[in-house]
């Protein structure tokens, strides 16, 4: 099954649990996020919690104008266990195994150092953003984006049944229709680049671009020639392409500036996995205006995903300490990437 035919499947559930058409002020529709656990508190607390602020006269009544909820990606939505995130990926595959792509000696190193020894360049480390930002100096924001989504095609490391670009967790993509039902924005807000980004959401979740926020890659007009934006025209044959350099990683407090730059409405759901996402959820939890939340997935399932229980563990208790809610994939979750898909034999990430 497609993600396409996913998202049919799920609008359709939602019609039938009388979630799509539910008026204002109705009770919740039991139907809703049939793919959690019955039981599981965070489902309880965002079920109860959606009530609250989508009936007229509660006290925490949310116009629709205001239910902003964002959502971080990788670990989130997506796959990043199998073996790393999905732009990792594909920064090794464009260096390494693409023919078209003459790789740096310097990229060629990193990408072959961490093919060898499963060890990728942390997500602060500056020698990672500056390698991947280079591999796509001077290519359209479109191509980079094609690229992607010709990638995605390919099938998921670490699994069988299942495309790179099928790899959503299914009882999240549930939550963002079920809250797309009751009148929220939705928003995906990652440290992964923009456009790339922007590809795989667009095929996976049905967002407009929009919706969408992500690292950003320097952009120049291609025949711009370093020279300073105030100092160049673009002009009607010129063309846009990614400049090769870094502009803002999209992690920690850089979320929240551009959550504040991007919407200019403070969100008042938002669903993360890591500290990265630390800041995005407490912007989240510091609105004044209404009710909030903060949700925290817990990397806890090793049988139908590469689960890591101490880094898992560690979170949880972090969530006792932020006031987050812990959502564990695997006890709150029936299925994580749906029936056909199943983890390859082997150790777990944490093993």
């Known amino acids: 099954m497609t993600m396409r035919d996913l998202l049919k499947l799920l609008a359709a559930a939602a019609l039938l649990a009388g979630c799509a058409t539910r008026p204002e002020g109705a009770s919740r529709p039991d139907g809703a996020l049939s793919l959690w656990r019955d039981g599981a508190p965070a489902k309880a607390a965002l079920l109860d919690y959606v009530a609250a602020v989508t009936t007229d006269g509660s006290p925490d009544y949310i116009p629709p104008s205001d239910r902003i909820a964002v959502f971080d990606f990788d670990g989130t939505l997506f796959c990043e266990t199998a073996p790393t995130y999905l732009d990792w990926m594909l920064y090794d595959h464009r260096v390494l195994d693409d023919p078209g792509f003459s790789a740096s000696d310097e990229q060629k190193a990193v990408a072959r150092a961490a093919r060898a020894t499963g060890r990728w360049p942390g997500l602060d480390n500056p020698v990672r953003e500056r390698v991947m930002a280079a591999a796509w100096r001077g290519v359209e924001p479109d191509a980079a984006a094609d690229a992607l989504r010709a990638f995605a095609a390919g099938p998921q490391p670490g699994f069988a049944g299942m495309k790179r670009g099928e790899a959503f967790y299914r009882p999240m993509v549930e939550v963002v229709r079920f809250l797309e ?148 994939m695997r006890d709150d979750w029936t299925t994580i990437y749906g029936p056909g898909v199943t983890r390859d034999p082997g150790p777990s990430a944490a093993e």
């Open 181 to 328: 039902a009751n009148g929220f924005l939705v928003y995906v807000c990652s440290g992964t680049e923009r456009f790339v980004l922007r590809a795989i959401v667009g095929e996976g979740l049905a967002l407009p671009p929009r919706q969408v926020i992500g690292t950003d890659y320097a952009l120049v007009a291609a025949a711009q020639d370093g020279r300073d934006g105030l100092a160049f025209t673009y002009g009607t044959n010129d063309v846009l392409v990614l400049g090769g350099t870094l502009a803002v990683k999209n992690l920690q407090m850089n979320k929240v500036a551009a959550l504040a730059r991007e919407i200019g409405v403070r969100p008042v759901l938002a669903f993360g996995n890591s500290f990265s996402d630390a800041s995005m959820l407490n912007y989240a939890l510091q609105n004044r205006r209404y009710r909030s939340l903060g949700f925290m997935l817990l990397c806890d399932d090793t049988v139908r995903e590469y689960g890591n229980p101490a880094k898992a563990e560690a979170m949880r208790a972090a969530c006792a300490v932020h006031g987050w809610i812990p959502v564990s």
